[in-house]
């Protein structure tokens, strides 16, 4: 049994050797499992998208992709990049999706100089800010980049002095935390508790029973399933604190599901990478492509934070790609210096990279709206050009904040 | 216990039909097979790649070998125990804590002969901790308290970070160095991950039919009779937990060595059952099973995503085609893929007397 396994293997193996002429193949990962699946398959809308509007033709050779599913854990996400690598023999990675997955393949990046990975839509800050990887592109921002306007939003315009914040216990909604915090209390607000949920919680009882009422706001950091479970509980416990939202949070991810409880957050505050109602004209292609893409009913209304990630890193991959002809030589030099220098024009404002190979891009920040027809949509309240990493701040004076944690940073100015 | 005991209790046992080791069935000369295999196997750098190599023949042995733990426990003891991978995940977290590793902030630093012993002890101390809770209890409350530990550690993981680092886990971890040989090279780890998958086969074949082996089974049948006869069965029992845990620590090891990584997720309760699966599906009256089984469990979940998105189906459907495959294979065989061969072979010559070599607790 077991040699008729080999016989078949073998020849697997030698049909694969065989078939990779003239084709420039990449590896996508995406959460296809877990409780990111959500975010994962829009992900590859957003993916599909992009080669929908620009096509897989690199000069004379063709692009060929092929996707891995991870479930949001970072081994599930080096294991299936190396699958990718090494049994589908793919030259460029575009992966992965969430956070912490981001650190693991970012790590793991290192031990294969040759290679080039873009990150699809990962959002850790110490990706790209602790000991970076030569190798390793994003061309979105990450989690803090995204929250950049929301504490003076909710500070000056509502009056917000202090919240409670929510969130899931991991890399990326630290991040988000992390700046929040600096803005909010750097103009003075308060940060009362903060909560750290396992990720694929539950049950939410206990964290909504310690929820406390002496707040002007109560901050959710949470993503795909945990936001819709806990808005469910949350308004069966009938709570009723005016909310703010992180990136994944207010997304069409959540937007979108199914049943009442996503109408607990209209009204409520958020900062993203995109807002759905953008005036702007690349904005409108992209969601136009999007819709034009898929069926209503095999996609969000619109395009969530994902979807665009990934269009935006697939964009940049297969522009830069163009611009060297598809030249892969040299362990990909050419491909890497291309990618670092690249501008793109991405749906959701011009994106460039800093010298960690990190976006500087454009934030939004945004309030949810009913659209009439029972809808959600986020509106835009504010765009705010340029973000970098360090947020504004001097390149040492951010060092001395420390990586986003549970506990960093303080609620305080720096 | 004495040796004169010892000597009797194995009187005792082959005077006893049913329960008596059989000359082994699985031996080279009647199973030219197995021959073919272990020649394969030798020779496997050959014949695949980088990919082949580690990612399924490795992980087979890595999966196999925690299997193989607890094919023990359950084979010859009669305790299902779901912590086997828990064990093999804390050997893992210690390697990383004790070595070398990117988060510096945790990891100690120790050279990998200082750490990886002290992360196997530590394996053995958890394991016999476990073993000892589990003991108490029997049936399917043994395999409740010892999910409860695996959920509980996965939990413990997740949310601290001063030694575990939480949800991130810990990354770049180093692996061992020396006589001028990169043990994770391909080759290496692979020829590694085969000794030590040999080593505990071996080594768990000879027990099956030493004498501690063999009180170990007379626990599994009668442990009232057994303890009627001066043999301690709790005492027998934890010696047996703790012999396991020495087993998944080792593939523990491996298991980190091999992704240089481990995190909450490489120990959820998924994971855990994952070793059941493998273990049933090869069957768990053998201790080759739990190889066959981690061989089948690593080609369903690498190969069914691309295998549904070959046949034009949607890939997202891709764990249904696990569990059919899971469900199949039990389906037509409570003891595995090993009973299947067994019948197999039995058909083939005419109904051989022989009663079914070690039975199943």
């Known amino acids: 049994m077991r040699s008729v396994g080999f016989a078949a293997l073998t020849a697997l193996l030698l049909s694969g050797t065989a078939s990779a002429q003239e084709k420039i193949r990449v590896g996508v990962t995406a959460t296809l499992e877990g409780t990111y699946t959500v975010l994962g398959e829009d992900g590859m809308r957003g993916h599909v998208t992009a080669v929908n509007v620009l096509g897989k033709k690199i000069g004379d050779k063709e692009l060929e992709f092929v996707v891995a599913s991870t479930d949001a854990t970072p081994d599930s996400a080096v294991r299936a990049v190396r699958k990718l690598i090494e049994q589908d023999k793919v030259q460029i990675l575009l992966s992965p999706l969430s956070g912490d997955e981001g650190i693991a393949v970012k790590n793991f990046a290192k031990t294969h100089p040759e290679l080039t990975f873009v990150n699809a839509a990962s959002g850790a800050q110490e990706t790209t800010y602790v000991d970076p990887a030569p190798n390793f592109f994003r061309y979105n921002m990450d989690g803090a980049q995204w929250q950049v ?115 607990a957050l209209i009204g409520t505050i958020a900062a993203s990478g ?56 040299n362990n990909q030099a050419k ?5 670092a220098k690249i501008e793109i024009d991405a749906p959701n404002g011009k994106i460039k990279l800093d010298s960690n190979r990190q976006a500087i891009g454009t934030n939004f920040v945004t309030e949810v709206v009913d659209d009439g027809k029972g809808a959600l949509f986020s509106k835009v309240v504010k765009v705010i050009p340029d973000v970098n990493q360090t947020l504004g701040y001097d390149p040492a004076t951010f060092a001395k904040i420390g990586l986003p944690s549970r506990t960093v940073p303080e609620c305080k100015k720096y | 216990m004495s040796l004169i005991q010892e000597a009797r209790a194995r009187e005792g046992m082959l005077a006893q039909p049913g329960t008596a080791p059989q000359p082994a069935a699985w031996s080279v000369t009647e199973q030219p097979w197995a021959w073919a295999v272990a020649a394969l196997l030798l020779i496997m750098p050959l014949i695949a790649n980088g990919f082949f190599l580690i990612e399924i023949f490795g992980t087979t042995l890595i999966l196999g070998t925690i299997a193989l733990s607890l094919m023990f426990l359950a084979g010859y003891g009669g305790m299902v125990s779901l912590m086997q991978l828990t064990i093999a995940g804390f050997a893992g977290y210690m390697v990383a804590v004790f070595g070398v590793s990117g988060n510096a902030n945790i990891s100690l630093g120790w050279p990998w002969w200082l750490a990886t012993p002290t992360a196997l002890v530590l394996a053995v101390l958890f394991g016999t901790l476990g073993g000892a809770l589990a003991v108490r209890t029997e049936g399917i409350y043994t395999i409740m308290i010892t999910l409860a530990i695996g959920a509980a550690f996965y939990y413990f993981t997740n949310q601290n970070w001063a030694i575990f680092n939480g949800h991130t886990g810990i990354n770049t971890i180093a692996t061992p160095h020396f006589i001028g040989i990169d043990w994770r090279s391909d080759i290496a780890f ?131 085609l696990i569990g059919l495959g899971f469900l199949a294979i039990v389906f037509w065989s409570s003891d595995g893929v090993i009973g299947l061969y067994e019948r197999w072979r039995k058909r083939g010559q005419h109904r051989d007397t022989r009663p079914g070599g070690h039975g199943h607790g």
């Open chain 2, 190 to 320: 692979y020829y590694l991950t085969l000794a030590v998958a040999v080593a505990c086969y071996g080594v768990v074949l000879y027990l099956s039919r030493a004498p501690f082996g063999l009180a170990l089974q007379g626990v599994r049948d009668n442990p009232r009779r057994m303890a009627a006869l001066g043999f301690n069965v709790n005492a027998h029992r934890i010696a047996a937990y703790a012999f396991a845990a020495l087993i998944a620590g080792l593939g523990g090891v491996l298991q980190v060595w091999n992704y240089r990584q481990i995190s909450p997720g490489s120990v959820a309760v998924e994971r855990c059952i994952d070793i059941l699966i493998v273990a049933v599906v090869g069957g768990v009256t053998r201790p080759v099973g739990a190889y066959i089984g981690a061989f089948i469990f690593v080609m369903l979940r690498t190969f069914a995503l691309d295998f549904l998105v070959k046949v034009g189906l949607d890939g997202n459907r891709f764990r249904l």
């Open chain 1, 274 to 329: 995109q807002a759905d109602t953008w005036e702007d004209p690349r904005w409108q292609k992209f969601v136009k492509a999007y819709q034009d893409s898929f069926p209503p009913e095999k996609r969000f209304p619109s395009p969530s934070l994902l979807a665009t990630n990934y269009y935006g890193s697939t964009m940049a991959l297969i522009l830069a790609l163009r611009e060297v002809n598809g030249d892969l030589s």
């Open chain 1, 335 to 339: 491909l890497k210096e291309a990618l």
């Open chain 1, 149 to 263: 306007g929301l504490g003076k939003y909710a500070y000056e315009t509502k009056g917000y002095r202090k919240i409670a914040t929510v969130g899931e216990d991991y890399s990326f909604i630290y991040t988000q935390v992390f700046g929040l915090a600096l803005e909010f209390c750097g103009l003075g607000g308060k940060i009362t508790s903060r909560q750290w949920v396992p990720l694929g919680t539950k049950d939410f009882a206990s964290v909504i029973a310690a929820l406390p009422d002496d707040v002007d706001a109560i901050y959710l950091g949470l993503g795909g399933a945990d936001a819709v479970n806990f808005l469910n509980q949350y308004q069966q416990a009938g709570g009723k604190a005016h909310l703010m939202g992180g990136s994944i949070m207010i997304d069409q991810t959540i937007l979108s599901s199914k049943g009442n409880a996503k109408n």
